[in-house]
């Protein structure tokens, strides 16, 4: 995993714990950030001793490691965002996007996707470069297609956003490309998994992309899809 993201998490543990000392005691919280902190750790080091291991491990221990691994670093975020620490937080978050590569690398399942969908939009909306966003881009496609999100086919909003918002980043990043073999994988991924929500999104994409910024085929993409999507009166 890449050594600044794993440099930058231990810095956020740090103010993280000496902000939870100072403010707590906290009485009947278990999934406190120091136990929290070390248990993730506990999971990076088996996740290098796995890449150390000629052998590869069964999918079911890779899956139960990595969502392990996943809600701690959720909670932790959680610990952060309690404790007003936007910087340990973002910090927390970027482990969880770097993880999840490892995951997708390993061809394990992806269960927990909040800190993940928040470190992709975070980035995204810090760069403009066009190789860093076809970077965050692929990465969201790789994460959509291992990721097995809990309750997606309820109907409960709140169960469904974390999936939702990834998908639609993945399209929001594809757009800003402006690319448009990029911008039709996007659409057809959300066409594919919540077709329900595209009406909104294509409406609201038609009138973003009347911006200077959009070239005139990033707008006509938009129509074309809202039509589709557009009832006949």
Not at 148 to 171: I, K, R, Y
Request: hydrophobic share 45%; charged share 25%.
């Amino acid at each position: 995993m890449n050594r600044a993201t794993r440099r930058a998490f231990d810095q956020a543990i740090a103010a993280l714990i000496t902000e939870f000392e100072r403010t707590g005691p906290y009485p009947g919280q278990e999934a406190t950030p120091p136990l929290l902190a070390e248990a993730v750790r506990e999971c990076l080091e088996t996740c290098q001793r796995i890449d150390a291991e000629e052998d590869e491990p069964p999918l079911e221990e890779i899956d139960e490691l990595a969502t392990h691994a996943l809600e701690y670093l959720s909670d932790l975020g959680l610990w952060a965002w309690q404790l007003r620490l936007d910087e340990a937080r973002a910090a927390i978050e970027d482990l969880a996007l770097e993880l999840a590569q490892w995951i997708n690398i390993r061809g394990g399942q992806i269960t927990v996707l909040e800190p993940i969908v928040n470190a992709l939009a975070r980035q995204a909306n810090a760069s403009n470069d066009l190789a860093a966003l076809r970077k965050l881009f692929d990465r969201a496609c790789a994460i959509i297609a291992q990721a097995v999100p809990e309750h997606a086919e309820s109907g409960d909003m709140t169960a469904l956003q974390p999936w939702l918002t990834l998908h639609f980043n993945c399209a929001i990043i594809a757009t800003r490309t402006q690319q448009p073999e990029l911008m039709n994988a996007a659409f057809d991924l959300l066409e594919t998994h919540l077709p329900q929500h595209c009406p909104a999104f294509y409406a609201e994409g038609v009138r973003e992309s009347a911006k200077p910024a959009y070239g005139q085929q990033v707008g006509e993409m938009m129509r074309e899809r809202l039509a589709k999507w557009t009832p006949p009166h």
